[in-house]
Nanobody, 121 residues
Framework: QVQLVESGGGLVQPGGSLRLYCAAS????????MGWYRQAPGKQRELVAS???????NYTDSVKGRFTISRDNDKKTVYLQMNSLKPEDTAIYYC???????????????WGQGTQVTVDS
């Protein structure tokens, strides 16, 4: 089985920074795209940032210039550095990874349990 375990969320003041971590474990042959999504109360889950296995990145417009996604393929870990945080960044942040467990089985999406990020003075 595959698990994605997130950490690094918390309470921060506006303008502050947080770094989110997500480590994949279990039977894994290949990890393709990895990403971070978020869901605020009463809103749909949205893609925040994604990164390919080769390091190409994509960001939603509202976080460009403030957030940076990166990954360590050897550690099977994806990071999200969040700077200049705003109250509207408050949400539960979910890690996502597209993983192939073994040959003969197609890759599929896996999700972490979510970590709360609250931006409030």
């Amino acid at each position: 089985q595959v698990q994605l375990v997130e950490s690094g969320g918390g309470l921060v003041q506006p303008g502050g920074s947080l770094r989110l971590y997500c480590a994949a474990s279990g039977r894994i042959l290949s990890i393709f795209d990895m990403g971070w999504y978020r869901q605020a109360p009463g809103k749909q889950r949205e893609l925040v940032a994604s990164i390919t296995s080769g390091g190409s990145t994509n960001y939603t417009d509202s976080v460009k210039g403030r957030f940076t996604i990166s990954r360590d393929n050897d550690k099977k870990t994806v990071y999200l550095q969040m700077n200049s945080l705003k109250p509207e960044d408050t949400a539960i942040y979910y890690c996502n990874a597209y993983i192939r467990q073994r040959l003969g089985i197609g890759p599929r999406d896996y999700w972490g349990q979510g970590t709360q990020v609250t931006v409030d003075s």
